[in-house]
Protein backbone atom coordinates (compact mmCIF):
# COMPACT_ATOMS: atom_id res chain seq x y z
CA UNK A 1 0.00 0.00 0.00
CA UNK A 2 1.20 3.29 -0.60
CA UNK A 3 1.41 5.87 1.69
CA UNK A 4 -0.44 8.73 0.61
CA UNK A 5 0.52 11.42 3.59
CA UNK A 6 0.85 14.28 2.11
CA UNK A 7 4.72 15.17 1.51
CA UNK A 8 5.28 12.37 1.21
CA UNK A 9 7.44 10.22 -1.70
CA UNK A 10 8.08 6.83 -2.08
CA UNK A 11 12.00 5.78 -2.36
CA UNK A 12 13.33 5.67 -5.73
CA UNK A 13 10.70 8.46 -7.04
CA UNK A 14 11.82 11.96 -8.67
CA UNK A 15 9.96 14.97 -9.48
CA UNK A 16 9.70 16.15 -12.81
CA UNK A 17 12.33 19.20 -11.80
CA UNK A 18 14.97 16.56 -10.67
CA UNK A 19 14.94 14.29 -13.50
CA UNK A 20 15.58 17.36 -15.72
CA UNK A 21 18.47 18.15 -13.40
CA UNK A 22 19.85 14.82 -13.69
CA UNK A 23 19.54 14.66 -17.46
CA UNK A 24 21.34 18.32 -17.84
CA UNK A 25 24.04 16.88 -15.23
CA UNK A 26 24.78 13.92 -17.73
CA UNK A 27 24.59 16.10 -20.92
CA UNK A 28 27.06 18.29 -19.13
CA UNK A 29 29.33 15.50 -18.23
CA UNK A 30 29.39 13.66 -21.82
CA UNK A 31 30.26 17.40 -23.03
CA UNK A 32 32.72 17.83 -20.45
CA UNK A 33 34.39 14.89 -21.53
CA UNK A 34 33.80 15.08 -25.40
CA UNK A 35 35.55 18.58 -25.05
CA UNK A 36 38.49 17.04 -22.64
CA UNK A 37 38.89 13.94 -25.61
CA UNK A 38 39.13 16.77 -28.45
CA UNK A 39 41.63 18.99 -26.70
CA UNK A 40 43.71 15.65 -26.16
CA UNK A 41 43.75 14.60 -29.58
CA UNK A 42 44.63 18.50 -30.75
CA UNK A 43 47.47 18.27 -28.06
CA UNK A 44 48.79 14.89 -29.28
CA UNK A 45 48.86 15.95 -32.94
CA UNK A 46 50.64 19.07 -31.82
CA UNK A 47 53.35 17.63 -30.42
CA UNK A 48 53.40 15.21 -33.44
CA UNK A 49 53.97 18.32 -35.96
CA UNK A 50 56.45 19.88 -33.89
CA UNK A 51 58.57 16.74 -33.18
CA UNK A 52 58.03 15.99 -37.20
CA UNK A 53 60.44 19.12 -37.60
CA UNK A 54 62.28 19.85 -34.93
CA UNK A 55 63.62 16.14 -33.42
CA UNK A 56 66.57 15.31 -35.89
CA UNK A 57 65.52 12.57 -38.35
CA UNK A 58 62.06 11.71 -37.13
CA UNK A 59 59.73 11.87 -39.50
CA UNK A 60 61.51 13.70 -41.92
CA UNK A 61 62.18 12.54 -45.43
CA UNK A 62 65.53 11.21 -46.81
CA UNK A 63 67.31 13.88 -48.78
CA UNK A 64 67.50 13.14 -52.36
CA UNK A 65 71.20 11.95 -53.03
CA UNK A 66 72.93 14.64 -55.23
CA UNK A 67 74.22 13.73 -58.49
CA UNK A 68 77.51 12.02 -59.16
CA UNK A 69 79.44 14.87 -61.00
CA UNK A 70 82.15 13.69 -63.66
CA UNK A 71 84.75 16.18 -64.33
CA UNK A 72 86.13 15.30 -67.62
CA UNK A 73 89.48 17.20 -68.18
CA UNK A 74 90.21 18.72 -71.30
CA UNK A 75 92.07 16.53 -73.56
CA UNK A 76 95.77 17.97 -74.54
CA UNK A 77 97.08 19.82 -76.86
CA UNK A 78 100.30 19.73 -78.80
CA UNK A 79 102.93 23.01 -77.95
CA UNK A 80 105.13 22.03 -80.97
CA UNK A 81 104.56 22.05 -84.90
CA UNK A 82 104.41 18.34 -86.99
CA UNK A 83 107.27 17.91 -89.02
CA UNK A 84 106.28 18.01 -92.95
CA UNK A 85 105.93 14.66 -94.77
CA UNK A 86 108.54 13.27 -97.13
CA UNK A 87 107.78 14.91 -100.63
CA UNK A 88 105.81 12.70 -103.06
CA UNK A 89 104.76 11.41 -99.69
CA UNK A 90 102.24 8.13 -100.24
CA UNK A 91 98.82 7.55 -99.42
CA UNK A 92 99.52 5.53 -96.59
CA UNK A 93 101.96 7.88 -94.61
CA UNK A 94 99.99 10.91 -95.54
CA UNK A 95 97.27 9.28 -93.34
CA UNK A 96 99.32 9.28 -90.29
CA UNK A 97 98.36 12.56 -88.29
CA UNK A 98 99.84 15.66 -87.08
CA UNK A 99 99.55 15.28 -83.65
CA UNK A 100 98.06 12.27 -80.94
CA UNK A 101 97.05 13.32 -77.35
CA UNK A 102 100.38 16.20 -76.59
CA UNK A 103 102.70 14.60 -79.43
CA UNK A 104 103.48 15.40 -83.02
CA UNK A 105 104.33 13.93 -85.93
CA UNK A 106 108.27 13.53 -86.42
CA UNK A 107 110.02 12.95 -89.72
CA UNK A 108 108.96 9.83 -91.06
CA UNK A 109 111.82 7.40 -92.23
CA UNK A 110 111.11 4.30 -94.40
CA UNK A 111 111.33 0.97 -92.54
CA UNK A 112 113.10 -1.70 -94.66
CA UNK A 113 112.80 -4.42 -92.45
CA UNK A 114 109.24 -4.99 -92.57
CA UNK A 115 109.44 -4.72 -96.23
CA UNK A 116 111.91 -6.86 -96.97
CA UNK A 117 111.55 -9.43 -94.43
CA UNK A 118 107.70 -9.09 -93.18
CA UNK A 119 106.64 -8.55 -97.21
CA UNK A 120 105.11 -5.30 -96.40
CA UNK A 121 104.13 -3.05 -99.53
CA UNK A 122 105.33 0.18 -97.71
CA UNK A 123 106.71 0.78 -93.71
CA UNK A 124 107.29 3.97 -92.26
CA UNK A 125 109.53 4.70 -88.71
CA UNK A 126 107.20 8.01 -87.54
CA UNK A 127 108.50 9.46 -83.94
CA UNK A 128 105.64 11.64 -82.22
CA UNK A 129 107.49 13.67 -79.26
CA UNK A 130 106.06 16.40 -77.27
CA UNK A 131 109.10 18.73 -79.56
CA UNK A 132 111.36 18.89 -76.37
CA UNK A 133 114.82 17.55 -76.33
CA UNK A 134 114.58 14.26 -74.10
CA UNK A 135 110.94 14.49 -73.21
CA UNK A 136 108.45 12.23 -74.25
CA UNK A 137 108.47 10.34 -77.18
CA UNK A 138 106.29 7.15 -78.38
CA UNK A 139 108.35 5.30 -81.71
CA UNK A 140 105.70 4.33 -84.02
CA UNK A 141 106.13 1.80 -86.99
CA UNK A 142 103.40 1.18 -89.32
CA UNK A 143 103.31 -1.44 -92.30
CA UNK A 144 101.06 -1.82 -95.78
CA UNK A 145 100.16 -5.21 -96.66
CA UNK A 146 98.36 -6.18 -100.10
CA UNK A 147 95.66 -7.69 -98.13
CA UNK A 148 94.35 -8.76 -94.41
CA UNK A 149 95.34 -12.41 -94.99
CA UNK A 150 99.02 -11.52 -95.22
CA UNK A 151 98.37 -8.46 -92.93
CA UNK A 152 97.45 -10.98 -90.07
CA UNK A 153 100.42 -13.11 -90.79
CA UNK A 154 102.79 -10.45 -90.53
CA UNK A 155 101.09 -9.53 -87.56
CA UNK A 156 101.55 -12.60 -85.94
CA UNK A 157 105.32 -12.76 -86.95
CA UNK A 158 106.12 -9.11 -85.46
CA UNK A 159 104.05 -9.51 -82.27
CA UNK A 160 106.25 -13.24 -81.75
CA UNK A 161 109.30 -10.32 -81.77
CA UNK A 162 108.14 -8.87 -78.59
CA UNK A 163 107.68 -10.17 -74.72
CA UNK A 164 104.37 -12.02 -74.19
CA UNK A 165 101.39 -10.04 -74.40
CA UNK A 166 99.74 -9.07 -71.32
CA UNK A 167 96.57 -7.67 -72.29
CA UNK A 168 95.06 -8.72 -75.78
CA UNK A 169 91.53 -7.76 -77.37
CA UNK A 170 90.16 -6.60 -80.59
CA UNK A 171 90.47 -3.76 -82.76
CA UNK A 172 87.09 -2.21 -83.85
CA UNK A 173 85.91 0.21 -85.90
CA UNK A 174 82.16 1.01 -86.15
CA UNK A 175 81.44 -1.83 -83.94
CA UNK A 176 83.44 -4.19 -86.55
CA UNK A 177 86.15 -5.89 -85.76
CA UNK A 178 89.00 -5.10 -88.08
CA UNK A 179 91.92 -7.26 -85.97
CA UNK A 180 93.67 -8.02 -82.88
CA UNK A 181 95.90 -5.77 -80.52
CA UNK A 182 98.09 -6.73 -77.47
CA UNK A 183 100.14 -4.49 -74.76
CA UNK A 184 103.57 -6.22 -74.57
CA UNK A 185 106.33 -5.52 -71.65
CA UNK A 186 109.04 -3.19 -73.44
CA UNK A 187 112.37 -4.13 -73.33
CA UNK A 188 113.38 -1.23 -71.07
CA UNK A 189 111.93 -1.00 -68.02
CA UNK A 190 108.55 1.70 -67.72
CA UNK A 191 107.54 0.83 -71.04
CA UNK A 192 105.18 -1.04 -73.00
CA UNK A 193 105.32 -2.29 -76.80
CA UNK A 194 101.24 -1.78 -78.44
CA UNK A 195 101.04 -4.11 -81.36
CA UNK A 196 97.29 -3.89 -83.67
CA UNK A 197 96.10 -4.80 -86.75
CA UNK A 198 93.42 -3.01 -88.99
CA UNK A 199 92.11 -4.78 -91.57
CA UNK A 200 95.71 -4.95 -94.20
CA UNK A 201 97.86 -2.63 -91.85
CA UNK A 202 99.96 -2.96 -89.00
CA UNK A 203 100.98 -0.63 -86.51
CA UNK A 204 103.48 -1.25 -83.22
CA UNK A 205 104.06 2.00 -81.03
CA UNK A 206 106.93 1.96 -78.09
CA UNK A 207 106.77 4.14 -75.04
CA UNK A 208 106.52 4.72 -71.53
CA UNK A 209 103.58 3.01 -70.12
CA UNK A 210 100.60 4.41 -69.59
CA UNK A 211 101.49 7.16 -72.63
CA UNK A 212 102.06 4.60 -75.41
CA UNK A 213 98.60 2.75 -74.36
CA UNK A 214 96.98 6.05 -74.26
CA UNK A 215 98.46 7.03 -77.73
CA UNK A 216 97.47 3.60 -79.16
CA UNK A 217 93.71 4.32 -77.41
CA UNK A 218 93.96 8.08 -79.32
CA UNK A 219 95.36 6.76 -82.72
CA UNK A 220 92.87 7.34 -85.41
CA UNK A 221 94.68 4.31 -87.40
Given at each position: MVDQRPGYMSPGFRT???RVHQKNSRAAVVRRR???AVLALVLIAAIAVVTA???PGFARPEPEPLPDVTV???PPTPTADA???PEGATDFVSAMPDSALALVRGEPAENAEWVEGAGAVEAWD???TDGSDGGEQVAL?????VDADEAAEAHTAILDSVAEPTVEGDVTVGGETVGPYAVSPGEAAGTSVVTWRNDTAVFQATGPDQLV???YETFPM
Open positions: PGEKVVFWWTAAEPLVPYTAGQWQDF
